[in-house]
C-alpha cells in the first residue's frame, strides 16, 4: 500500500471505537476479576497482564495507520511519532525505548515521559493518555 496524506473521519472513528471497545473489555474483564477474586497470585498476574495488554494496543494504534507518511506526521516529538517509536521498539529492541533516527524524541514533550533505554511497561492509564493524545493529533494533521 502507498503512504496516506489523510484518512477519513470514519477510518479514524471506526479504529478509535475498536479501540475502545478492546479497552471497555479489559476493564470489565479486571473490574470482575477484581470484585470475585482475593489473592497475591491474581493480583500479580493482572499487573504482569496490564503492560502487556497496552503494550500491544500500541502496537494496534500504530497498525491501524501505519502507512501514514513522514511529510504529514513531520519528524518532531508529536504523539503520532511517540507512538511509532514505542511500536519499533516493542517489537524489535525486546520492549525498551530507543530512538529512531529520522524522528525526534524529548522525553519532557512525550505523553508517557519515557527516557531512550526505559523499559516499556504501559499501564492502562498511560495508553488512554497516548491513544487520546495520538487519535486528536491524527485529526489535527491526516483528516480528509
Do not use: C, W
Not at 500500500?1 to 479497552?23: C, F, P, W
Amino acid at each position: 500500500m502507498l503512504g496516506r496524506k489523510n484518512y477519513t473521519k470514519d477510518e479514524i472513528d471506526h479504529a478509535e471505537a475498536s479501540v475502545a471497545e478492546q479497552v471497555a473489555a479489559y476493564t470489565s474483564l479486571t473490574g470482575a476479576i477484581a470484585g470475585e477474586v482475593t489473592g497475591k497470585k491474581v493480583f500479580a498476574a493482572l499487573e504482569d497482564f496490564e503492560p502487556l495488554f497496552f503494550g500491544n494496543m500500541v502496537l494496534v494504534l500504530d497498525r491501524y495507520f501505519v502507512h501514514r507518511i513522514r511529510a504529514v506526521t513531520g519528524k518532531d516529538g508529536n504523539p503520532l511519532n511517540e507512538v511509532e517509536i514505542i511500536a519499533d521498539s516493542l517489537m524489535n529492541n525486546d520492549g525498551i525505548l530507543r530512538g529512531i533516527s529520522v524522528l525526534k524524541y524529548f522525553s519532557g514533550q512525550s505523553v508517557l515521559k519515557l527516557e531512550i533505554g526505559d523499559r516499556i511497561r504501559v499501564s492502562a492509564d498511560d495508553f488512554e493518555r497516548l491513544s487520546a493524545a495520538f487519535f486528536a493529533e491524527l485529526r489535527s494533521r491526516f483528516l480528509a
